[in-house]
């Protein structure tokens, strides 16, 4: 049977609650962020033992039968190995190496901590008028030259003899020289994303320079700000354990895991607990945040959304 174009077709009458309803989209920026990175298991379990590892480092101390601001000594304790009245064993003094260790890792956590917000704050300031600023960039290059080829090391050894040991100093210490690679990556993206055109237009249109920054650039460094934290964390922990054995880090009243480290140097070849449990809980720090922050750093490009 043929059928009639009236049949086939008919009008549909303009809605406007239909056509905003079709045109909606529900797409969240952080919302996909999350999906992304909850869809990597590894990367979720990482997270997990971290997070896990800093709120047991709170939890341990209150379950620890001894106290470390104490600073009890009983020589005739000194190198007893883990059993069930000291859990981790004791030091050369007769401490308690179960609270020394974690609180050393709450130390260690919370400079890290500090130093990579610090780092993040200062690295995307300084970059973003590194890049977009034309009239900065040769000086600020230069700044950067200069500080950058001097290693960190000779920084520190001369605030150390200079200005002292503590865990303020070597905090600003850290920042005031960590937050070159932070700069250098975001001023290369504000060169790239500078002369867009929308840029362009925001400017003609008199918009000031701070919103272009935050509102047309910024979102656009997320991904690498992240990355650049996730690698901050691990790598400060790692150079404050470094500097502490060198006897450049922390001052020796400020317990943390790298003077651990730097006094288990002389007995790990008889009492090797002694360098174990810092030296696991070291390595677990800086492998599962580095892991986590990528996989973070990854699920935060908007090239990776849908």
Not at 152 to 164: H, R
Not at 212 to 219: A, D, G
Not at 263 to 286: C, K
């Amino acid at each position: 049977m043929k059928k009639n174009n009236d049949d086939l077709f008919r009008f549909v009458e303009y809605s406007a609650e239909a056509a905003e309803r079709t045109g909606y989209s529900d797409y969240s920026y952080w919302k996909s962020v999350f999906q992304n990175f909850l869809k990597k298991k590894s990367a979720v379990v990482m997270a997990f033992i971290f997070f896990g590892l800093v709120i047991f480092s709170f939890i341990a101390l209150a379950i620890g039968k001894y106290d470390y601001a104490e600073l009890l000594t009983d020589s005739a304790l000194a190198f007893q190995a883990p059993n069930g009245e000291f859990w981790f064993g004791t030091d050369n003094l007769g401490r308690d190496y179960w609270c020394q260790v974690w609180f050393a890792a709450q130390t260690s956590i919370k400079l890290a901590i500090i130093v990579a917000l610090g780092e993040c704050f200062v690295g995307v300031t300084i970059g973003c008028l590194w890049g977009y600023v034309r009239v900065l960039d040769r000086p600020l290059t230069e700044i950067y030259n200069v500080i950058n080829n001097i290693p960190m090391i000779i920084y520190m050894t001369l605030i150390a003899l200079l200005i002292g040991q503590s865990f303020t100093v070597m905090a600003i210490s850290l920042i005031c020289f960590g937050w070159l690679p932070m700069a250098r990556n975001v001023r290369n993206l504000v060169l790239m994303y500078r002369d867009r055109e929308y840029n362009l237009a925001s400017r003609c249109l008199g918009t000031p320079v701070w919103r272009v920054l935050v509102k047309n650039i910024l979102p656009y460094l997320i991904s690498i700000i992240i990355l650049r934290l996730a690698l901050s964390i691990p790598s400060t922990i790692a150079l404050e354990s470094t500097l502490s054995y060198l006897g450049l880090g922390l001052g020796i009243d400020t317990p943390s895991l790298g003077i651990l480290l730097r006094n288990a140097r002389n007995y790990f070849l008889d009492y090797p607990y002694l360098l174990i449990f810092p030296a696991v809980i070291v390595s677990l720090i800086t492998i599962t945040f580095y892991l986590v922050g990528n996989a973070f750093s990854d699920a935060a490009d908007p090239r990776n959304h849908v």
